[in-house]
T-cell receptor
């Protein structure tokens, strides 16, 4: 149980375009979802936390207009990287939990912006 | 805010050796989690600890919830090449709070 999926697993886009990444909890209701960013050989960097039906809470230094997060249902959250630039290239990982359970992570999405 | 430290930052060991790593916090926690991240993948939950002094195993992995409630330990016995990856600890002070993650311990296993 506690499976989280992400789609796509990798994406390449041109600079200036927007990219949407989906995160789904497959066998539980995710009351809270988290989005992380990870650079090569670096730790997890929390970008934002979202509760279903509420606006996301962004960490300091993360531009909310750049990284749009929508947690519209108990099984789906989306991260849209708007007007992507090469410096946005990274590994994006979502995580979800139901109530006070541990967080379960998705497999990650590798974004490359040309 | 809460800070988690993980030690060591990285380690290189020979296949077959045992591994020990730890995680310390500046706050008292009521839950500790240990995850492993394989290269190019998302972290996978290995062990969850909910009680001070608790010792829990998952195969060759054993984790302990420190009695001070400010630390946790992860041991891997008889390491194998597939143990390579980053091990993250996470903890929280109360059930309603979000987990705080450590910076990770990067493990390399030499054949």
């Amino acid at each position: 149980g506690a499976v989280v999926s992400q789609h796509p697993s990798w994406v390449i886009c041109k600079s200036g375009t927007s990219v949407k990444i989906e995160c789904r909890s497959l066998d539980f209701q995710a009351t809270t979802m988290f989005w992380y960013r990870q650079f090569p050989k670096q730790s997890l960097m929390l970008m934002a936390t979202s509760n279903e039906g509420s606006k996301a809470t962004y960490e300091q230094g993360v531009e909310k207009d750049k990284f749009l997060i929508n947690h519209a249902s108990l099984t789906l959250s989306t991260l849209t990287v708007t007007s992507a630039h090469p410096e946005d290239s990274s590994f994006y990982i979502c995580s979800a939990r139901q109530g006070s359970t541990p967080q379960y992570f998705g497999p990650g999405t590798r974004l490359t912006v040309l | 805010g809460q800070q988690l430290n993980q030690s060591p930052q990285s380690m290189f060991i020979q296949e077959g050796e045992d591994v020990s790593m730890n995680c310390t916090s500046s706050s008292i926690f009521n839950t500790w989690l240990w995850y492993k991240q394989d290269p190019g993948e998302g972290p996978v939950l290995l062990i969850a600890l909910y009680k001070a002094g608790e010792l829990t195993s998952n195969g060759r992995l054993t984790a302990q919830f420190g009695i001070t409630r400010k630390d946790s330990f992860l041991n891997i016995s008889a390491s194998i090449p597939s143990d390579v990856g980053i091990y993250f600890c996470a903890g929280r002070e109360n059930y309603g709070q979000n987990f705080v993650f450590g910076p990770g311990t990067r493990l390399s296993v030499l054949p």
